[in-house]
């Protein structure tokens, strides 16, 4: 009976190849369905206003040291 551990028989204790393949192998589509979902627009939301913050805080500051 052959084993299944590779090319070079190196076993994989944990098993972390396989289940990186296995995922891969899932695709974006099924990662979709397993996650909720969220108002539209929501995180998006969030994104602008912490760029519009950041935004501020650089002109703040540039516009101290110019002072």
Do not use: Y
């Not at 070079?8 to 393949?21: I, L, W």
């Not at 695709?27 to 969030?46: K, L």
């Not at 913050?53 to 650089?58: K, L, N, Q, T, Y």
């Amino acid at each position: 009976m052959a084993e299944n551990q590779g090319p070079q028989g190196n076993h994989d204790p944990a098993g972390s190849t396989q289940m990186f393949r296995a995922f891969v192998d899932e695709g974006p589509q099924g990662r979709r369905q397993q996650t909720a979902p969220t108002a539209s627009g929501g995180p998006r939301i969030g994104l602008i206003i912490g760029v519009v913050v950041a935004v501020a805080i650089v002109a703040a500051v540039a516009w101290l040291a110019l002072k």
